[in-house]
Each structure stands twice: as structure tokens, then as C-alpha cells.
């Protein structure tokens, strides 16, 4: 899955922080190290001093592993009610409580993970790779249809995502594909533009030159050389917007555009606690949390993956 | 208290004028300075154990590659180590002040006033939305030494004895009004305007055409003779040195490894490494590297690269609808087997002129034919045929190879274009890494782990996979350290021994080119003002800008 990709790169980053030691006087203890590759110690140091991004890193997997195999974090089925259990506070026997049907909440949210996630991914895909080549093309082809593009650009810029998604989503029916492709479509603006300005830096660049004279075909140029050089900038923002994505579709879901019930989803299933938000607090705390922390650290995973990027440049 | 003695010394700087008043003994005296930068991978000394004396009016230059210490101690002078640099041992004292045991606000008091820095890019060192006259006067200002009126007034005469002309006017200007070389002596103003008792110069002229640095070199000069200041030259520029100091000390790895008399340094060099730089120091040698070569083409042939009248116009506001000319009826000839030189200072359309030819950039008029064959109508697919014989190598080994490719792809990469197997391609990188002097087992290495001289060998590598006739050279060794330079160029003119490729060398560095050249044309402002052979040129060159040009090459009266 693309997904992990990013997150295998972020679990050998937190041996490369980038953070600036404290300039203080040098002790004995920093001694320079004679073997080249980051030792264990080196390691440990950059986790004490990251803690943020190896926790979001850890819940990330965990999440990622309720998308995958859900029957390793839990053993009851989302589906099952058992009408005598119903709505009971979290508890040992049921983590996030049950719900009005005493279905346990714990297992709704580990097997709306699967859902969630996947529409996210499919929003962010439709996004970075509709937005890409569209940005690839306009940054290297430039001319007219740059300039058309760039202005249909602005405007889909302009209306605000969640608006635009409803729009799309109104049009294309109900589902939770559908709505990953509503939500994806607000995110080909953005991943065009950041994509086309760094096409514009990369083709101007002196290797960009050297291929042409060497006798490359423009096909080249732009796969072998161009899109490898300007893709990272836009595999950040994708982490980025996966945490929007992940709310952007739970939004609509909550709404009632997404997943049709008893199908678990993360968004509906904070829709469906809200009848009883006055006397089962944890029906939409649980998977309302779950989102929160979900987005959080996958933006603290974007913003780590930047700088790395910032750095390597 | 330290702070007031420095306040003290700092409300007398500016009334002091000459020699008179200073006190004797060294301007600057260094001992055993140890400074070292923190690093993820534990403390990099950056240089160890650096004494230096500067006397008062005494040019002093500290000459060595990069890495080699040379801008550390000069930073460290002027108190703008970067934060991340530690000073581990030794002193620096400034006229009898111990520097590194001032308090922050003493020690900014002496580095504006009694320590001048005249920085390397004068187009960077500059505010852009600041006028240049307010520039100069900041300095008085912010130490308290004149008020505003008075300020600008002074700011003015500093502007004048730098050497620019109607300083009323200009100081009322901006940065991007100005040429490189004119901020370079408003920074020299900026530098002097406080009557400093020690200048430091960090690489002063690096970034200017060689008749500018010539100028530039020539104000300095006469500025700290009239105020007897003591000067710090940085440069890489031996040939700077031999011109300007009074004494040469040579760095390398963070250490000095010699130091004396400008004359003694230069005529009698006790460390093999200040002999090995001497030696690659291009205005300093005697004798061309093209002088031992066996030749291979010769000018009688008919000439496999020949560029007739070519013109190249960009679209420019207020000059009309023909734009700016920075190619202006442009006509070589280059033949097989040989060198021709095409030499000019920026702005004269040298690099444009070898892209035109290249058909890299389309001209607006004029033809190139290679080999007979008219290419500049040929469509995009025959174009791709003809290209195979004709290669560039750039100027910058940093930008000009991708970074995500490994050496035997980069190498193989034209091949690879031309459609042939990985395997092939790779066999071939392996060969062409032999022939550039590379250890083979480099094809697996990024260009990151390589250094600038080991990456130009790369990109020449390149441009000779696919067995070219002709081989576009744009300043390829500008970018590299002396020595190396000479290794690179003795690279290209074993090569050329070898295969019989035709070099169109490019280049602003008059010694280069005469080292490497059969034959030269001369350029400016987009126009060839004279053409023969490298011989002819320079011992009887007929135009008076090459003249010009000729005698700004630092370090030729010296040898």
C-alpha cells in the first residue's frame, strides 16, 4: 500500500533529526564518534528528543493495522448487538462503551478504520495524481495551457473544499467511493500548483540542460529527471492532506453522503452518537478522539517528512 | 571595565587619521587559534593553532583552497562565527584589546568601527530597500560617531574616495540601480567609512569580471595606503596576492603551513603544498599545458562546428521591438582536433554564443552547420541524430548532475537516451570512469559523496559516452579550486591527445584559456572583437579591450 511508504521513511528519519542541538559548551560525553553511520545511542537521542513524532508514528501503524487486519486488535464483531449491553460506559470489557444497540464501539472504530482510511487514501490519490500530472504538464509545456489551467486553478482555489465536496458529491450520488473522489477533486488544485512550481525550479535546473544535450526525448526528460526531482514537495503535501482527507470524509460521512449503515465508519459513527450526546458522552467522544489524534499525527508525520525534505535540498 | 574601554577607544576611532595616534606594535596579532564546529557527528575543527600578525598599513593574504580555514579565520576576526563555531583556544588581539574577552556589546563597538569587512557577493550583502547612502551612514549611526546630517555627509566622501562617480546622486539610489562592481565599493565604503584600523577582505573580487576586480583592487589599495590600515586578504587567487600583499600566508586543512614575504613566498616556496599551488596557479605559470601537447587537429581542415553571423535577441521593455541583443552577429570556426577559446567577461554573450550552437537556445538569426550539414532548421528528430556528435559539459559540477542518480547512470544516461541496453550503458560507465581518471568502483556513488573535481570528471565522462566530435566546454573549471582546475584541464587536453575531440572552450579566465587554446575569440557585449590564434592574440593582441583585459590579469607582472 502507498500509505506506508511515507511512514517507513519516517520511522528511519527519527535517526536524522533536524533539529539543531542546544549550542552549549561541548562536553566530553560528545565526543566524536568514529564509526560513520548513527549509532544505537544517536538513535535513542533522536527519539527523547522527538517523542511527538515517534508517538504519531506508532499510532499511525496502529491505525494502519486496524485498516488491514482489524481481527488483530479486536475479536468482536462491529456488527453483533446484543440488545441486554446496550450503551455501556467505557469499561474493560468494552474500551469505547457500547452503543444503543449494544454494539461494542471499540470494534466499530477498528473496523471503520478499513472504510475511513481507505476513502481517505482514495481522495488523496485521485488528488496527488489528477493534480501532479496536471502541474507536471503545465510547469514543462507552460504557454497557453498553463495559463488556462492555472486560472481554472484559482478558482476551484477560491470555493471553500468542504463546499465543493458537497457540490461534487450531491452530483455523483451517494458512497463512500464517491465521496473520496469528492473530496479528492478539491485537493487536485493544490497538489497542481505546488507540483507546477516545482517543475518550473527543476527544469530550469543545469542537469535538466545536460539531458537535453545529451539527446534525451522530451518523455524522458520529463519522467526520468523532472518528476523524480519535483515529487517531493508534493508526497509531503499528500501526508498533509491525508489528515484533511481522513476529516474531510468523515465530515461527509457525518453528514450522511458516506457509508451506508451498519457499515462502520468513523465519521457516521460520530453522526449516529449524537442523539445520545447527553447521556453516552463516549459514542461520539470515541471515534470523534480517534479522528482528532488520527489527523494530528499525520500531520505531525507531513510536517517531520518537510523538513527532512528542506534539509536534503 | 572592558565595555568602557572599548567605548572609550570607539569615540576616538574616527578622529584619528594616519599612523600617529595608533599604538605600535601589531594591528592584529592571532595566537594559537583553535576553532571548531559543532556537528551532529560530535566537534569538526575547523582550523588549529593559526598565528598571524598583522602590522599597521600592512596587506596581509591568507591564501587557500576552499575548506581550508581561510574564511573560518577571518570570520572568527571579525567576531561573525556562526553560531554553531566554537573558539577553543588561543586570542585574538586588536590592538592590544583582547577580542574574545569583550563583552558582546565592546565587541560589537570594535567590529563595526575599528574592524571593516568587505564581504564576497556584493550582490547579496546589500538591503535592497534601502538607499545606499543611508547604508554607509548606518555605521556612524548605530555607533554613535556623527549625527545624521553630519553622517550622510561623510557618507558621502566615503562613497567618493571609493570610486564612485556623482556620489550625491548615487547615494540616493538603491542597490539594484547599481552594477556589481559599484556595490562592490559601496561595501568598500561601508567597510572604510568608520576609519578602521584593520580591514578584512573575504574574497573582495571573486564574483567580479577581472578589469572590475582590477578597479576594485586598485581603490582598496590606495584607501588603506592613505589611512595606513592594516588588511587581511582572503582570496583563492594567488595571482591577488602576488598583485596586493605584503606578505602571503598559505592555509591548508585549518592549518598554516607557511608564511613570509609575498616575494619569498612566490620565488622560493619551502612547503610542497604551496609549491603544488603555484604550480596549478594558471596566471602564475610560464608555460601553457597545451605547450607539451602533441597537436592533432589543424587549421586547414574544414571546420566541424562553424557558426556564421549568429544573432540572438530576448524580448526586453523600453529598447525597442528587437529587444536586447546579447548575441550580435557572432561567427567562429571550430576544427577537428582542436581548442578554440571563446573568452569574454559576463554580459558578453559567450555562454549564449556556445548554446546557440548547440541549438540549446534557438538564435533569431544567423546559421550553424556542423560537419557541412546546416542544423539550424533541422526538426527536433533529425536534430537528435546530429546531437550524438556534438556534447556540453557545463559550469557547475553542483547543479549540473542529478542528484538522485548514481554515478554509471549519469554516465550512461546519453547512451540510455540513444536507446541503448542498461547493461550496455553501464559496461560503458565503467570504461569512460577508467579514461577520466575515477576509481571504478565510484559508479555506485551520488554526486553528494563526491567532490567538485570528481563530479566535473563525471559530467566530462558524460559528454564523451557517446564518442562525440565536438565537445561544448562552458567554464568548466570556474567552479574549481586551483589545483584541482589544473588537473581538469590536463584531463581535457590528455583526452583531446586521445580521441581527437574538438573543444569549444569557454571561459572568462584569460590564463585558462591560454593555457588550453589553439585559437581564440575574443567577446563583448555580444560581439567578437577579435579572433586568431591563442599565440597571436596574446603576445600582439590588435583590439584595445583585449589589451585591457590582458593587463587586468592579476599576478602577470610577477612570476
Not at chain 2, 577582505?201 to 583592487?217: G, K
Not at chain 2, 610560464?286 to 530576448?314: D, M, N, Q, Y
Request: a positive charge; glycine letters at 10%; proline letters at 6%.
Amino acid at each position: 500500500m502507498t500509505i506506508e511508504v511515507p511512514l517507513l521513511e519516517a520511522a528511519t528519519n527519527t535517526q536524522e533529526p533536524t533539529d539543531r542541538r542546544p549550542n552549549g559548551p561541548v562536553t566530553p560525553t560528545r565526543s566524536p564518534r568514529p564509526s560513520r553511520r548513527a549509532g544505537l545511542g544517536e538513535w535513542l537521542g533522536g527519539v527523547v528528543r522527538r517523542p511527538g513524532l515517534v508517538l504519531s508514528v506508532v499510532w499511525l501503524v496502529i491505525v494502519v493495522l486496524a485498516a488491514l487486519i482489524p481481527t488483530l486488535l479486536t475479536s468482536v464483531d462491529p456488527l453483533r448487538a446484543v440488545p441486554r449491553q446496550k450503551l455501556l460506559e467505557p469499561s474493560w470489557a468494552h474500551l469505547f462503551g457500547t452503543d444503543q444497540l449494544g454494539r461494542d464501539l471499540f470494534a466499530r472504530v477498528v473496523h471503520g478504520a478499513a472504510l475511513s482510511l481507505g476513502s481517505a487514501l482514495l481522495a488523496v490519490l485521485v488528488g496527488i495524481v489528477v493534480g501532479s500530472l496536471l502541474g507536471l504538464v503545465a510547469g514543462f509545456v507552460r504557454g497557453v495551457f498553463d495559463e488556462v489551467l492555472m486560472r481554472i486553478v484559482d478558482v476551484l482555489l477560491a470555493i471553500p473544499a468542504l463546499l465543493l465536496s458537497l457540490a461534487l458529491v450531491t452530483a455523483l450520488g451517494f458512497g463512500t467511493v464517491k465521496v473520496a473522489i469528492a473530496v479528492g477533486i478539491t485537493s487536485v488544485a493544490a497538489c497542481a500548483r505546488v507540483m507546477r512550481s516545482e517543475v518550473l525550479r527543476v527544469r530550469e535546473s543545469a542537469y535538466i540542460e545536460a539531458a537535453r544535450a545529451g539527446g534525451a526525448r522530451w518523455s524522458r526528460i520529463l519522467f526520468r529527471h523532472v518528476l523524480p526531482n519535483a515529487a517531493g514537495p508534493v508526497l509531503v503535501l499528500a501526508t498533509l492532506e491525508f489528515g484533511t482527507a481522513i476529516l474531510a470524509v468523515s465530515a461527509l460521512s457525518f453528514l450522511g453522503y458516506g457509508a451506508v449503515p451498519p457499515a462502520p465508519e468513523w465519521g457516521s459513527l460520530v453522526a449516529q452518537g449524537r442523539d445520545f450526546l447527553s447521556t453516552a458522552w463516549w459514542l461520539t467522544t470515541m471515534p470523534g478522539l480517534t479522528i482528532a489524534i488520527t489527523v494530528l499525527a499525520a500531520g505531525r508525520l507531513s510536517r517531520a517528512l518537510g523538513g527532512q525534505d528542506g534539509v536534503r535540498r | 571595565m572592558t565595555s568602557t574601554a572599548a567605548s572609550r577607544n570607539l569615540t576616538t576611532a574616527p578622529a584619528v587619521d594616519g599612523s600617529g595616534d595608533r599604538p605600535s606594535g601589531p594591528v592584529l596579532r592571532i595566537r594559537g587559534l583553535t576553532v571548531q564546529y559543532r556537528t551532529r557527528r560530535g566537534p569538526v575543527p575547523a582550523i588549529q593553532d593559526v598565528d598571524l600578525d598583522i602590522a599597521a598599513g600592512e596587506t596581509v593574504a591568507l591564501v587557500g583552497e576552499s575548506g581550508s580555514g581561510k574564511t573560518t579565520t577571518a570570520l572568527a576576526v571579525t567576531g561573525l562565527l556562526a553560531t554553531t563555531a566554537e573558539i577553543t583556544a588561543g586570542s585574538i588581539h586588536w590592538q592590544g584589546q583582547d577580542l574574545l574577552a569583550l563583552g558582546r556589546r565592546a565587541r560589537r563597538a570594535v567590529s563595526g568601527i575599528g574592524i571593516g569587512l568587505v564581504p564576497q557577493d556584493p550582490t547579496v550583502s546589500l538591503n535592497p530597500v534601502k538607499r545606499i547612502g543611508d547604508q554607509v551612514a548606518e555605521v556612524l549611526l548605530i555607533h554613535k560617531v556623527a549625527r545624521k546630517a553630519e553622517a550622510r555627509e561623510i557618507a558621502v566622501e566615503a562613497l567618493r574616495s571609493a570610486g564612485i562617480d556623482h556620489p550625491e546622486v548615487r547615494a540616493r539610489q538603491f542597490p539594484h540601480e547599481l552594477s556589481g562592481g559599484m556595490r562592490q565599493r559601496v561595501l568598500i565604503a561601508i567597510a572604510l567609512v568608520g576609519r578602521p584600523a584593520l580591514l578584512v577582505a573575504d574574497e573582495p573580487t571573486s564574483a567580479l569580471d577581472v578589469t572590475v576586480q582590477r578597479q576594485i583592487l586598485d581603490s582598496i589599495s590606495d584607501l588603506i595606503t592613505e589611512h595606513h590600515t592594516g588588511m587581511l586578504l582572503v582570496t583563492h587567487d594567488l595571482g591577488v596576492a602576488a598583485d596586493r600583499a605584503d606578505r602571503v600566508v598559505v592555509m591548508t586543512g585549518g592549518r598554516i603551513v607557511e608564511q613570509g614575504p609575498t616575494g619569498q613566498i612566490l620565488s622560493r616556496p619551502e612547503h610542497p603544498y604551496t609549491r603544488s599551488l603555484l604550480e596549478a596557479a594558471p596566471s602564475l605559470r610560464t608555460s601553457g599545458i597545451g605547450s607539451i601537447r602533441r597537436r592533432v587537429g589543424s587549421s586547414t581542415t574544414a571546420p566541424i562546428l562553424h557558426a556564421e553571423h549568429l544573432v540572438k535577441s530576448f524580448p526586453a521593455p523600453g529598447v525597442g521591438h528587437h529587444g536586447i541583443r546579447a548575441v550580435d552577429d557572432v561567427s567562429f570556426a571550430l576544427h577537428p582536433g582542436r581548442t578554440l577559446g571563446l573568452v569574454g567577461e559576463s554580459g558578453s554573450g559567450k555562454s549564449t554564443s556556445a548554446r546557440l550552437a548547440l541549438r540549446l537556445v534557438e538564435p533569431t538569426g544567423g546559421t550553424v552547420r556542423f560537419d557541412g550539414q546546416d542544423i539550424t532548421g533541422l526538426s527536433a528528430g533529425r536534430l537528435r541524430v546530429v546531437r550524438r556528435r556534438f556534447q556540453l559539459v557545463q559550469q557547475n559540477p553542483y547543479a549540473s548532475l542529478n542528484p538522485r542518480w548514481s554515478v554509471a547512470q549519469l554516465i550512461g544516461e546519453p547512451l540510455r537516451s540513444y536507446g541503448e541496453s542498461a547493461t550496455v550503458a553501464r559496461e560503458r560507465a565503467v570504461e569512460l570512469l577508467d579514461l577520466v581518471g575515477l576509481p571504478t568502483d565510484f559508479e555506485h556513488r551520488r554526486p553528494a559523496e563526491l567532490s567538485g573535481g570528481q563530479r566535473q570528471r563525471i559530467a566530462i565522462a558524460r559528454a564523451l559516452a557517446l564518442r562525440p566530435d565536438v565537445v561544448v566546454l562552458d567554464e568548466p573549471v570556474s567552479a574549481l579550486d586551483v589545483r584541482v582546475q589544473a588537473q581538469i584541464l590536463q584531463l581535457l587536453v590528455d583526452l583531446q591527445d586521445e580521441l581527437g575531440v574538438a573543444y569549444l572552450f569557454i571561459s572568462h579566465d584569460l590564463a585558462v584559456i591560454r593555457q588550453i587554446s589553439d585559437d581564440v575569440a575574443v567577446l563583448r557585449g555580444g560581439r567578437v572583437v577579435e579572433t586568431g590564434s591563442t599565440e597571436a592574440v596574446f603576445t600582439d593582441p590588435h583590439h584595445a579591450y583585449t589589451r585591457t583585459l590582458l593587463e587586468a590579469i592579476p599576478g602577470r607582472g610577477r612570476v
